[in-house]
């Protein structure tokens, strides 16, 4: 499936009228998914990361879908919650603009390599079941990332939205500038072993705390999932701007 220029476009546009800030966010698995209890996994932003590099860039891309982020350490996962509300107008602007409910998302950081590294970010794709996928717009961390021009150890990011969720319980390729990485089916036995682990660590919450106080609480984690989680379309205040600051913020410091 491809996705024209016209409405690469128009995505921006619309984002620019509803006066957004750039920055980033998500988590969006379908309705009558179910969903692993957030705040009880333990894996960092890189144990989800695919990455791709070439000479000008370093490529790292990071699914915001909350059958993986809610795996992640609970400081790692509250945060991307809130970066993912504070975004909400954005993302929404983006996603109505391209006609779509609730669209898969992704965070993708371009790390410069060299003095005047060029980038490309519209010509990122992912691949899943014999289709191609190209973005259907981008919510950018800064005025930075528009540049498409980067230096040394400097880094841009922005929120990937695409026309449905990744298939994160299967496999998928991440492809720019002619390299790929199918890194994804390799992580699932990792995933499987900490949805276990999150699992058994959610029973033993509930049981300590049923036996502390003699009746049965739901740890906060072990809620239905949030409108962050989801990926519902909801009006939302303006979200603050973060600044150019974001960008090294939100990528993880131990790429």
């Known amino acids: 499936m491809r996705i024209s220029r016209r409405v690469w476009s128009g995505g921006l546009v619309a984002m620019a009228l509803a006066g957004v800030s750039p920055v980033w966010a998500q988590v969006g698995a379908g309705a009558g998914v179910t969903l692993p209890p957030g705040g009880f996994g333990s894996l960092t932003q890189n144990d989800l990361a695919l990455r791709i590099r070439t000479p000008d860039v370093e490529v790292r891309f990071v699914p915001l ?19 993912v509300e504070s975004k909400r107008t954005s993302i929404d602007s983006v996603a109505n603009a391209a006609g779509v409910s609730r669209p ?32 259907l717009g981008i919510v950018p961390f800064s005025g930075r990332f528009t540049s498409q021009q980067l230096n040394v150890r400097e880094q841009v990011s922005g929120i990937y939205l695409f026309e449905e969720d990744l298939p994160v319980n299967d496999s998928f390729t991440v492809l720019y500038a002619g390299q790929s990485s199918d890194d994804w089916q390799g992580k699932q036995r990792s995933l499987d072993r900490e949805r276990a682990r999150v699992a058994s660590r959610e029973r033993g919450s509930v049981r300590d705390t049923t036996q502390a106080t003699g009746r049965a609480v739901t740890s906060s984690g072990a809620s239905g999932p949030t409108t962050a989680d989801t990926g519902g379309t909801v009006t939302s205040g303006t979200p603050g701007n973060t600044g150019a600051g974001a960008d090294s913020t939100l990528a993880d410091s131990t790429r």
């Open 104 to 135: 898969g998302l992704a965070l993708v950081t371009f790390f410069g390599q060299r003095v005047n590294a060029r980038f490309d970010p519209q010509t990122l794709t992912v691949s899943a079941r014999s289709r191609e996928f190209r973005p």
């Open 65 to 83: 879908d909350a059958r993986v982020t809610r795996l992640l350490a609970r400081d790692s996962w509250e945060s991307l919650r809130s970066v």
